[in-house]
């Protein structure tokens, strides 16, 4: 996947009250700073100026979070009844994630039930960090659990790794690379949580592969593309494969319909003749911060 620019958003699926992006590796949704000029926020405004909301501090409703080093699939509202419903699936624990991942060494159990409270780490330092309960300074920990099952064995840039899929059963921030390297296995490029000892990789390798929102009556399922093949990045050389990414899946999606973007094509537009919804009280943009900081699920 080539370097983020204002020209190279890629829609997963597009509706009158829904657009998914596959977001970029190393970009941030939005920024306050006026230096940042490279976020989905100022790609989406590119490349769709006509759906912008004046009534909103970015432009645009952000369904949830994904971490700046963090890639692929990012659901966004185009209006505020729609931002309401899917707060609502948010709210109600009905939304699927499905991550795949890059991570150091080898997995010995094909699966494994990561469940450990994650909390703030107020070490000096490390102000900037989560870590578990266990860990000196951990403040607030909260319960957190994540599915893991291997996939693929393998070595990136001659190391061994192991491609994993996560799937978050809880949110809190930075869950899948805290619990990743809190059994050993860091996630590869993971700058922060390796100490700033992984460096080398050009990204760090966690990917929002599947996303599902049971919206009615517009249900979501959006997958985007693998980055985590050879074809793309060739310093990853899978060795043996344990179970196909679609077996791996399929649990996950039981009476869940196919995988793949659903609904209308990515150049439909809005109606025309739409009323401009009211614009957002601030407390109503409070109440959608706290939402959206609770549901940092990578």
């Not at 064995?153 to 996560?166: A, E, F, H």
Request: charged letters at 25%.
């Amino acid at each position: 996947m080539e370097p983020a620019s204002l020209e190279n958003l890629q829609v997963l699926y597009q509706s009158p009250d829904f657009i998914v992006v596959n977001k970029h590796w190393d970009i941030r949704i939005d920024s306050k700073m006026w230096y940042e000029k490279q976020t989905v926020q100022s790609q989406l405004r590119h490349r769709f100026p006509e759906l912008a909301d004046p009534g909103t501090y970015y432009g645009f409703r952000f369904c949830h979070q994904l971490d700046f080093s963090t890639s692929g699939a990012l659901c966004v509202a185009l209006n505020r009844p729609a931002a309401g419903k899917a707060y609502r699936c948010f709210k109600e624990r009905l939304v699927t994630k499905a991550y795949l991942a890059l991570v150091r060494g080898y997995v010995e159990r094909s699966q494994m039930t990561l469940d450990f409270a994650i909390g703030r780490n107020t070490c000096e330092g490390k102000t900037h960090m989560m870590c578990t309960e266990s860990t000196e300074g951990c403040e607030n920990p909260k319960p957190s659990k994540t599915e893991l099952t291997v996939l693929e064995y393998g070595l990136y840039d001659g190391d061994p790794v192991t491609k994993v899929l996560l799937q978050p059963l809880t949110g809190r921030t930075h869950q899948l690379r805290v619990h990743c390297s809190a059994v050993g296995h860091p996630i590869v490029g993971d700058f922060t949580y390796s100490l700033r000892a992984d460096s080398a990789p050009y990204r760090m390798m966690l990917h929002a592969y599947l996303l599902r929102l049971p919206l009615e009556p517009e249900p979501i399922q959006v997958t985007a593309p693998d980055p985590f093949v050879p074809a793309v990045d060739a310093r990853w050389a899978p060795q043996r494969q344990e179970r196909t990414l679609a077996a791996a899946l399929e649990p996950l999606l039981e009476g869940g319909g196919q995988v793949g973007g659903q609904g209308p094509a990515a150049g439909s537009r809005e109606p025309e003749g739409r009323k401009s919804p009211p614009r957002e009280t601030e407390e109503q943009r409070a109440q959608c911060q706290q939402w959206l900081q609770e549901w940092d699920l990578d």
